[in-house]
């Protein structure tokens, strides 16, 4: 019997994986044609990758916030928001982090941030109008608003409107997962300017040990170590978070820290 292809070798850009992928999931090849047509049109409208996937989380929060980020579920939703919130804050997170948040999407762990740092130390940025109208509600709805948290609607990663030297804690989910290398590249190269010496800026990714691909513009996999080397290469010292594979996430996550 032929083994199983581990996730971390499977590439889901080939026409073979496809194949076998509809074979056993023939509920999601409607689905998926939808999501063919858009990136077609999307190729055709948008200017670049930021235009491209705000126009995706349009479509995607028209239908459901929580979907748009990655949960299908409200429960989901929940779980997943604790799990980054109680990762970081064993990993070093204490309330009088200055934290920017990358991708803050509806705050789904962006307001149990809010809620723990002291006030006015949250700093959200995303490329979504629609998803932050969304996180505004969250905020409401938690009863958050006395906290002064900040969320401003971004056309890249430059950071440029941002201070230097101000953040000891940057943190992206769900990012680079959805990122060409130029947009990580460009996040890299500005993110250093923003932190304090020291500070560190953790980030996950879709993890392959095989040939590195994208589906459809809208999920990318990068090997661990084109990720380390880019980060190494802007003055970062990286490190993968072996501990944070065992947490219910598909995704990997990678700590560069600032020089002190």
Not at 105 to 134: E, H, K, M, Q, V
Not at 143 to 156: C, F, R, S, Y
Not at 217 to 242: I, N, P, Q, V, W
Request: with cysteine; aromatic share 10%.
């Amino acid at each position: 019997m032929t083994e199983p292809v581990p996730p971390t070798r499977r590439n889901r850009a080939s026409l073979t994986y496809k194949l076998r992928y509809a074979a056993k999931n023939p509920d999601k090849i409607r689905p998926y044609l939808a999501r063919t047509a858009r990136d077609l049109k999307l190729r055709v409208t948008s200017r670049d990758h930021v235009a491209y996937y705000r126009a995706v989380m349009r479509a995607d929060a028209a239908k459901s916030p929580e979907a748009a980020v990655g949960s299908p579920t409200r429960e989901r939703w929940l779980r997943l928001g604790k799990m980054q919130f109680d990762y970081l804050v064993k990993h070093g997170l204490k309330p009088d982090d200055r934290m920017l948040e990358i991708g803050c999407g509806n705050l789904r762990a962006g307001w149990r941030f809010i809620d723990y740092l002291d006030s006015g130390n949250y700093y959200g940025i995303d490329i979504s109008p629609d998803i932050l109208l969304a996180a505004q509600d969250t905020l409401v709805r938690q009863e958050l608003a006395g906290k002064l948290p900040h969320l401003t609607l971004v056309n890249d990663l430059t950071l440029r409107f941002l201070p230097s030297d101000h953040f000891s804690v940057v943190h992206a989910h769900s990012v680079f997962s959805h990122s060409p290398l130029s947009v990580i590249d460009e996040c890299l190269a500005n993110v250093g300017r923003v932190l304090v010496p020291g500070g560190f800026f953790d980030f996950t990714f879709d993890r392959t040990e095989g040939a590195e691909h994208h589906v459809l513009r809208e999920d990318f996999y990068y090997r661990t170590e084109t990720l380390t080397s880019l980060a190494e290469r802007h003055g970062f010292t990286a490190r993968f978070m072996d501990d944070w594979e065992a947490l219910p996430h598909g995704q990997s996550k990678i700590r560069v820290t600032n020089p002190a």
